[in-house]
């Protein structure tokens, strides 16, 4: 793809600079490691300043890692997860939970990637019966895989449920700060604050060379993760390079700044392509992501000069592609792209 | 620790600068992710012209992933590894190939952290019983974690040991950096020529900020890897930046200038400790590390200065200290070290 | 449910005269234990006049763990198996095939519990993306769990498939003698002619104490395999008495003469059920269950008398309940049930 | 082996009449699966009766499920055992701990099979220390895999010490039974009364079809096992039948007589062979076992009439046999081995 515009992913963008600066930083001297450098205590105070005094996070190196380990920590095998159909833990980690926490994915019906309460309750009558797995966590994505967000109300709707019915309440963040940039609330509003006992929090897609937050707001649960972490492969040694780039992130709300970027991007698009005869939104585009359905053609001529990925292929609807925006983007590469959509008229 | 001087690990030192370099560099505009980027194929041909044709190699984020999936790629849950009671995946993985692989750690004989394939043989006598795990993988470390360097022939023996007896051959190079400069050898002449199936590439310990390296030399067990990795939490998004990383390590043979540095501190702290009465060595140094025996009172005291580790607190014997020496530790560092344990006569 | 008569699952039945006679039998004397007795080279032999000589058999507790060393044995864990929503290893078996073989279980479209090739297809379109677990089996039920069976045709369709994509097939046999009964034909014409690698062949249901048998037809598959079942638990030390009911089972056809009483039975209650008003079949009778709805005041006046499992509860479309009779039901008890059903009338 | 006279191991004799007698009362009409029966109310009775109010008796098919299945109900896989070499988890069960649960077997000191606390204090050390494995259980052998037996005492010095140091205690009773016999005590007295928290107690080896008992007597431990054996594929549906074979076991003290039996074999071939010259004892005779070293040619010589197991070949201290008496054997079976053992005087 090295010459085509990428709108695949916000993990095909860098580093932000301050990113950059702080590894910099860092690097000066020696360090314990394995966390117990000066970095690490202080990435810990910081999340505790934005997410309140009962997170307890730990860094592992990508996502699928703060999921999986999430999970791990708060099911044993014969349980078992609710979860959306788009889940990245169900279509995108290679089955990563089944493997490494043993445990079966249920899946709940969803509405452009977002789950009700009541849509869980049947999953819950045959709890006792022991030739089922047994529901224990309710796994969300914030912002969802289809771009779309919770809202506070609907969050407290979930943990309410959750707390009522012995789940625990996990919540996929990997674009949190984009949920949050979209809501215009502080990230501990739509986390903590609506009982989420565990969150995966993002770092990558939204300008860290590598690494994620796992935060456990449950104190029980978060016990024994030290050993977990080690043993599932994600203890660092150079720990402070991987906390020093959260501080860099944490401080002067870099992360919102970025999240903000990369969702007035989407919009941007979103505006530039709305009315446009030949294009058809599949979602609301609420953070940094647009879907739409454009016609084989289409999708082949725009493949010479762009990179995005296609989620769907269907005679009768058309080609479903996704088309995610990053903090780096320009608002002359999103027009551009755009232009090119509206040229692709047959 | 911060105010001081660290001896305790080589993972306490940062990146080196031109990795640092190579970071910055990669950060240039957009990129695509997962390894489809162009830093990371100059990285797979910049391992094969180190280590030959036959080399696949698969960036993981730790020295605990990299063993651990390398014995995952080779073995069932029903097969067992042979390897050396001081072996990193025995006591410093928290369980991870138990856990992970599910395999049955087999501890051989071992002298100064080395195995000899002679001793190996009574685990191969039981090997058609149903009620024992079944050996199929030697695994030894190079250099071991006593410091200490198989030599070609001692590395020929037991890759011969392994093709006679169906036994795969894997090494733990964390250090292997330090064994080639200790041995003046290429990479390649203690690792692939002596028959090893899978190496284990440290990288992160010798001066980058994260990364080692699953080197495959056998074509079979490499062809599913690339699941096996994003399964087990190894594949990072912007895999440009590791890549890169690695690339600076190999490029104007960084690892050697770094792992003889490194070995060089070490050799120069035996030098000045050599013949100082309340000092006992434990193993020969050949590597970047000098196991030492000291009294109870002078690691008291040394710790007032000093950060380093205790392996083995005994009352007749002394305690067992670990200095290890970084590519970034000077002279002036060493010889102060020296000084203080000088001091420390009773 | 002591004093309800039970029409709740073909496992409330006991053991056949005959198989217990060969219990009896087996207990003369001393013999080698792990298989390595005489019963146990008979019973190999008697599977391989009823399957073909490349028929290795393994005999196991229960079926589930037929079904999950079956899939153990064919799979790593970032592999997937196609399966009907309805299949047992989805449904019932506490997520025994996640947490033991680390698989992905991937729901395909099912119709009466029966699956289409052209159905799959979709699943083996992303297979080379490293993200989405790996879909490796096709595993189907004969008979399904809703009591229907595939044909001679539907099967060489479905084996045809596996072999052009390079697919393992499994089948699920729990109740094989009740499909081969139903469909008049040999087991071997409903299994290892229609290409199945791997067969979990049921006796439980059937008339045995305990026991059902993994045949491998695949030589590959099943070299491993008496490692992995111990390892997994299922390697019963007595294993004469395993062998000897088999043997009972296989000796005269006994495995045809309990299906076809059971089918028997269902075919006798449907019958008696037919038109009858309060009675609405969802499913074709073709095995030993029948599947039909009652109203809910229906179902309460018949639970005090019989004791059956509810499978669905809707307010709209009634209650769903499964009648499975067993080799040992008699006319008179069908009769007395179908009697106590048409009386539920409002 | 079916012409040779077995010494092989207990598992080579047969179910005793009155188990036998249980299975065919047990088969009379149609029984709820799955534990729902009258005969398995019966059995957890029997059970308390036996063990006092605090037991909570699960079966499952065999030792090794026991075993592994006790250890998944008290261990994560970052936690660790403490163990004996010669313990049947460390040895015979194909690595099932390890791929089970997952957990790492610490390999305590030993003398004739028995563990002592002191010795277990090491292993505690390092306790905090995130890269190694948390030792959580200790687990021993009543009696033990050489046929020796702790005392009450020797038991409730190992309680006290785990309640001391916050392990779970778990004993793997395959042979309590002959213990008992041994010491002339309850088997409470030898298990739940020293503290033990997880009980496997065999039945298998000593007049069983196949079947043994995981007890707790830590109520907690116990609280999710339904779905723990279920998932590990131990539930068996003809539940009756197992629990049946327990009662007649434990009624009239079944157990103790056929544990009585198979003692008073072995001590009459101890006695038999003390001061033949040819015979080495190598362990102290207080169960059903004689463990002896003879000369390479005595013990071919032996084979051609007699079928036993080697445990060790040495050349210079000559082969260790092991000679197993059980429940079945006659007087005049031992004596016959003795003579032949006393004529390969060379």
């Not at 580093?15 to 394995?34: F, I, K, Q």
């Not at 920590?73 to 979860?83: D, F, N």
């Not at 966590?137 to 914030?142: D, F, H, K, P, T």
Request: glycine content about 6%.
């Amino acid at each position: 793809m090295n010459n085509l515009m990428s709108f695949a992913s916000d993990n095909n963008a860098g580093m932000h600079p301050r990113v950059l600066e702080a590894l910099v930083h860092a690097n000066r001297g020696m360090a314990p490691s394995y966390g117990a450098d000066e970095y690490t205590a202080a990435f810990e105070e910081a999340v505790r300043a934005a997410f309140g005094p009962s997170a307890r996070p730990w860094i592992v190196a990508n996502g699928t890692a703060a999921n999986v380990l999430a999970l791990k920590s708060m099911l044993r095998s014969h349980e078992a997860v609710l979860c959306a159909n788009s889940a990245h833990i169900n279509t995108s980690e290679c089955g990563a939970a089944e493997a490494i926490v043993g445990c079966k994915l249920l899946v709940a019906p969803s509405f452009q990637g977002k789950i009700k309460a009541e849509d869980c309750l049947p999953f819950l009558e045959q709890r006792e019966n022991v030739h089922r797995a047994h529901p224990k966590v309710l796994s969300i994505s914030q912002a969802t895989e289809w771009g779309t967000v919770y809202t506070p109300e609907e969050l407290a709707n979930l943990g309410a449920f959750c707390r009522e019915h012995g789940l625990y309440f996990h919540m996929d963040g990997a674009r949190l700060a984009n949920a949050a940039a979209a809501l215009n609330l502080p990230l501990k509003a739509i986390s903590v604050d609506a009982g989420v006992d565990v969150l995966s929090f993002g770092g990558t897609k939204n300008g860290l060379l590598a690494g994620e937050a796992i935060i456990f707001f449950n104190e029980t649960l978060g016990r024994e993760f030290g050993r977990i972490r080690k043993q599932h492969l994600q203890l660092l040694s150079k720990m402070r390079f991987m906390s020093a780039q959260f501080l860099a992130y944490l401080k002067d709300d870099l992360w919102l700044e970025n999240a903000r970027a990369a969702n007035r991007m989407a919009a941007l698009l979103a505006e530039e392509l709305e009315g446009v005869e030949q294009v058809c939104f599949e979602y609301p585009v609420q953070t940094n992501v647009v879907f739409a359905r454009l016609s084989k053609n289409a999708v082949a001529k725009l493949q010479e000069r762009f990179y995005f990925l296609i989620r769907e292929t269907s005679e009768a609807k058309g080609t479903l592609v996704r088309l995610m925006t990053a903090f780096t983007n320009t608002e002359e590469e999103v027009r551009g792209l755009a232009d090119a959509i509206r040229d692709c008229k047959e």
